[in-house]
């Protein structure tokens, strides 16, 4: 069946811009999670949704950043006011329930750079 | 908080040899999962191998293997007989075994090269 898909592929924006971006997760995964891979800072959990409930969101790295998930499928990790520092790329995984030893299947990743 | 550690920022094998990564954690729990992932340049994250830390066993897929130590909180990959479809970032990865839904905690990553 098919993986877990991101769009879009690669976005370029400018500094102080909006961005969205998309993670449609494996069909019925019901947790999903978002993470951040920059040079400086690695790979680092940001948040993470079972259903449509996101439980924690400490894991944001400001308040500009904010996520969303809807009818238990796709979600949307939204940067307002993009600055340079958030030029990464952003990666989500699905898996089939939050139970910790559930894999977590990752998509291709959304490359965000920011001039 | 935990941390990983991955000291090998790259390796290099030729092909058809052993190589082996090394991972370090640091952790207070008793209970979690030990993970590697690999990241060709295509992006996606592929699970390469998983370790529950209650299993004294060491876990074995193919031509990965882990040795899973513990006590010093060691859990290093081998990669038998290297491909050249094995060249990647390879991750070593925690996650909580403990109540709460929590990510995975990944160390920096080291870059393998396999030499034709």
């Known amino acids: 069946g098919a993986g877990v898909s991101q769009s879009p592929s690669n976005k370029v924006t400018e500094k102080g811009k909006d961005v969205e971006l998309r993670c449609d997760p494996i069909?019925?995964?019901?947790?999903l999670y978002w993470y951040r891979q920059s040079l400086g800072q690695g790979l680092e959990f940001l948040i993470y949704f079972q259903g449509n409930s996101a439980p924690d969101k400490s894991g944001l790295p400001s308040d500009r950043f904010s996520a969303e998930r809807t009818g238990g499928s796709v979600s949307t990790l939204t940067i307002q006011r993009t600055q340079q520092e958030d030029s990464a790329v952003y990666l989500c995984?699905?898996?089939?329930?939050?139970?910790?030893?559930?894999?977590?299947?990752f998509g291709p990743g959304t490359r965000l750079t920011v001039l | 908080a935990q941390t990983v550690t991955q000291s090998q920022p790259e390796m290099s094998v030729q092909e058809a040899e052993t190589v082996t990564l090394s991972c370090t954690y640091d952790t207070s729990e008793s209970d979690y999962y030990l993970f590697w992932y690999k990241q060709p340049p295509s992006r996606q994250m592929i699970l390469v191998i998983r370790q529950e830390a209650y299993k004294q066993q060491n876990a074995t897929e193919n031509r990965f293997s882990v040795n899973f130590q513990k006590a010093a909180k060691s859990f290093s990959l081998k990669i038998s007989d290297s491909q050249l479809g094995d060249a990647a970032m390879y991750f070593c990865?925690?996650?909580?075994?403990?109540?709460?839904?929590?990510?995975?905690?990944f160390g920096k990553g080291t870059h393998l090269i396999i030499q034709p």
């Open positions: 990865a925690y996650r909580s075994a403990g109540g709460g839904a929590d990510g995975l905690t």
């Open positions: 995984a699905s898996s089939l329930g939050l139970a910790n030893y559930n894999e977590q299947f």
């Open positions: 069909s019925g995964h019901t947790a």
